[in-house]
């Protein structure tokens, strides 16, 4: 595999992440996760999430869905960098992200953006998640997209 067609594919992974949890298909967030570790930056913190199971149970209690299914959101990922390891079959990458959420006759607004902070491997020719560590720098109004507050001290 070319360091290209390696970037392609990780690419595609930070990608479809974004796009599982807009449609709100948290089954399909764990399934990224299934062999990884999922982590979350909270204060002084770092909470912790191992495998496909926790990932999406966790999604399921905490990412509110509303009557399409969706959290109403929009994952908009930038400024991606990615360092690949071919011979080694590992690499890095660290993206921005941004999330839109229009709900009801709410106005359409940025509700939370931060950084990725991400890890793979490639297994059996394949690239997969090993770890993402979530730094969320901006928080705004969360109220519409998560049963608690996981901010709240």
Do not use: C
Not at 1 to 8: C, E, K, L, P, V
Not at 82 to 102: C, H, P, R
Request: proline letters at 2%; glycine letters at 8%; zero cysteines.
């Amino acid at each position: 595999m070319s360091t290209s067609d390696s970037r392609d594919a990780i690419s595609k992974l930070i990608i479809t992440y974004a796009e599982r949890v807009d449609l709100g298909d948290f089954e399909g967030v764990g399934a990224l996760f299934e062999h990884s570790t999922y982590r979350s930056v909270l204060g002084d913190d770092i909470v912790t999430y191992n495998g496909s199971g926790d990932v999406q149970s966790t999604m399921e209690s905490m990412v509110m869905r509303y009557d399409d299914g969706t959290p109403r959101t929009k994952h908009v990922t930038t400024n991606l960098m990615i360092d690949v390891d071919e011979g080694a079959g590992s690499a890095t990458a660290k993206s921005y992200f941004s999330v839109l959420q229009q709900v009801g006759d709410s106005p359409l607004q940025v509700i939370i953006a931060g950084r990725y902070h991400d890890r793979f491997e490639r297994v059996a020719g394949e690239w997969r998640f090993a770890d993402r560590l979530i730094y969320s720098d901006l928080i705004g109004d969360l109220s519409r997209h998560l049963t608690v507050d996981p901010y709240a001290t």
